[in-house]
């Protein structure tokens, strides 16, 4: 769907540790902090330490004098709906500064937890290099002078936190609904780590979103082979691993679908624009019955919408909103589509929530805008489990 140029804006940073600042934020290093298994800390030091994360007998440890940055470190792998545990003790420096865990985390964005050893803790998220405080500094006698086990337990939007097994936060937040999880500790802060576990079901791949995941697969395609599901034309077509649309010209729209017809269900696929214009959409096309369907689209000059067309013309359902989370490269895109209800997710992040009574089921597919190129990859449909 076409649309009105807007300017550019576009923010691509890779995982792995980083420095966080608060609210500002660089990369730092990449390492992965991989597990603690039976006190030992497996994987972590195949990638590089540095002066702030060291091992010693047997636990992570973590120290640093500058005040205004935040460090974290994850595991590999997107988790949706999870259970991580670690314990970790303050050893020096301030007092009054947090440590703890982060968890759905993607490109510096994400939940954490932290307590300080003056026996307080603190909930919030950053999004955006914006710290938002869901729950503030609030002092508990659960916080002892020593090891303190914290404990995560995500399931959809609903988050708790538990501090040696007492629980002091239980939220429903629908901010961020998957990302990687790990440990976060504040600047001038000297604390050390130990039995880190995780419990939860990771995502179809490192790189793919989650949330379709948890329910049984019903068609996907990563366009390896020679041949695909999805029709072919002079615009769209399979080309070196890639569903790519190319050579599209002004005032056309294209869009492939498969012969498979779904009502509720959630569908993912990775997409990336190629070149020529910035301000045109493309994306998931679904609930497609005849010439009538849904869009979910994006734009490379950072925006995104939801559309339907009746076969003549088309309706704004969601209008194009103002997003950083669109990145050069592959966005991760996806539609949860149950009875009238419609989410849609960007690069992990929940982006739309919305209702709409015109259409309940259809095919599914791929759209994409005139005078634009650009790529897909790993198509997913998941079904609920029942």
């Known amino acids: 769907m076409k649309k009105q140029a807007f300017s550019t804006l576009c923010l691509f940073i890779l995982f792995s540790t980083f420095i966080l600042a608060y609210p500002a934020h660089t990369s730092y290093n990449d ?10 800390v497996y994987g972590f030091s195949s990638f590089g330490l540095n002066e702030k994360w060291t091992l010693s007998n047997g636990t992570l ?9 935040y460090y974290y470190a994850c595991v590999p792998g997107i988790y949706t709906d999870f259970t991580e545990t670690v314990r970790v003790r303050w050893t020096g420096k301030s007092t009054n500064l947090g440590f703890g865990v982060i968890f759905r985390v993607t490109n510096h964005r994400g939940y954490s937890f932290y307590i300080a050893n003056e026996g307080y803790y603190t909930f919030g998220h950053n999004l955006n290099n914006v710290w938002t405080t869901i729950v503030d500094w609030t002092n508990t006698s659960a916080i002892y002078n020593g090891y303190n086990v914290i404990k995560i337990v995500c399931s959809g939007s609903n988050i708790k936190c538990y501090i040696n097994g007492v629980l002091v936060v239980n939220v429903n937040d629908y901010t961020f609904t998957s990302g990687y999880v790990g440990l976060d500790v504040s600047g001038s802060v000297q604390c050390e780590y130990d039995q880190f576990s995780l419990e939860g079901q990771q995502s179809v791949s490192n790189n793919y979103q989650s949330g379709g995941s948890n329910g049984s697969v019903a068609f996907s395609d990563n366009f390896n082979g020679t041949t695909t599901s999805f029709g072919q034309d002079a615009y769209l077509r399979l080309q ?27 569908i993912s696929v990775k997409a990336r624009w190629d070149g020529r214009t910035t301000d045109n959409g493309f994306g998931i096309l679904f609930g497609k019955n005849g010439d009538s369907f849904y869009t979910f689209e994006i734009a490379m000059d950072g925006h995104y919408a939801i559309y339907k ?3 003549t013309s088309w309706q704004e359902i969601v209008k194009w909103q103002t997003t950083s989370l669109v ?16 989410k849609a997710y960007l690069n992990n992040s929940l982006v739309i929530n919305t209702t709409d ?22 198509f997913l449909v998941t079904l609920p489990v029942k």
């Open 309 to 311: 067309f009746n076969g």
């Open 61 to 69: 440890k973590f120290s640093s004098t500058e005040p205004d940055d």
């Open 357 to 378: 009574y015109t259409y309940t089921g259809g095919t599914v597919g791929l759209f994409c805008s005139s005078n634009l190129d650009a790529s897909f990859d790993d």
């Open 31 to 40: 390492s992965y902090f991989h597990s603690v298994q039976n006190n030992n």
């Open 240 to 266: 070196n691993g890639l569903f790519v649309c190319s050579g599209a010209v002004d005032g056309r729209t294209h869009y492939t679908f498969i012969n498979q017809t779904f009502r509720d269900c959630t």
């Open 327 to 342: 990145t050069y490269g592959f966005n991760n895109l996806m539609v949860t589509f149950s009875g009238y209800n419609i």
